[in-house]
């Protein structure tokens, strides 16, 4: 009775440890269920962060693209500004140019009348 109270206690005993280890075995499994869930969450973050910086990087391009477009549209709008300016410019001389033809063929004129004048003149002496 008294081997039989003592295997009994062993075995108890045993069993109670077994318990023990599976438990603290049980534990440590969800402590490291724990950690890898908190890595996946950090892992979420930084892709997260990730996603933030190359959304701010395309929103900096876009910006600068914009800027580069607005910078070539005003280049073409001054360009074509200069050209209509120059186009007027030449508009001005041309009209320059006629009115001074048109009083050089005043002037052949006046001259031609000068001359007939003179004609008239001669005829009547």
């Given at each position: ?6 295997r009994e ?40 962060q990730r ?72 005829e009547r002496?």
């Open positions: 009775m008294d081997r039989e109270g003592e206690r062993r075995e108890t005993e045993r069993y109670r440890k077994r318990e023990i280890q599976r438990y603290k075995a049980r534990g440590r499994e969800k402590e490291r269920e724990r950690e890898r869930e908190r890595e996946r969450e950090r892992e979420r973050d930084r892709q997260r996603d933030r910086d190359r959304e701010t990087e395309r929103q900096r391009d876009r910006e600068t693209e914009r800027e580069r477009e607005t910078k070539k549209e005003r280049q073409r709008e001054r360009e074509t500004e200069r050209e209509r300016e120059r186009e007027r410019e030449r508009e001005r001389e041309r009209e320059r140019e006629r009115e001074r033809e048109r009083e050089r063929e005043r002037e052949r004129e006046r001259e031609r009348e000068r001359e007939r004048e003179r004609e008239r003149e001669r002496e």
